[in-house]
């Protein structure tokens, strides 16, 4: 019985996680300015219809972007990304 049991434990994890819903994304962007100053921009929520879970957090993911100017001025913008 107690194999019975955790085999359909192990089904039904497998079903939930490898079910498509709707997966929530919020990130938030802090700029770095060449004189130093952090800026955080408000939270943005994007939401992903019917998704595997593996496939959002795939696409829901902390990024930086680097920009230089032709002044050498470089400015660093930082996604921190969060599937919710």
């Known amino acids: 019985m107690k194999k ?3 085999v359909l434990s192990i089904a039904l994890l497998v079903l939930f996680f490898a079910c498509k819903k709707d997966r929530t994304c919020e990130c938030t962007a802090t700029t770095l300015s060449p004189s ?3 800026t955080t921009a408000p939270t943005k929520t ?4 019917k998704m595997k879970l ?3 957090k795939s696409i829901c993911q902390r990024s930086t972007v680097i920009t230089a100017n032709a002044q050498g001025s470089v400015t660093t913008v ?4 969060k599937l919710k």
């Open 46 to 49: 994007e939401t992903y219809t």
């Open 54 to 56: 593996s496939e959002a």
């Open 78 to 81: 930082t996604n921190d990304c």
């Open 36 to 38: 130093g100053n952090t």
């Open 4 to 6: 019975i049991k955790l």
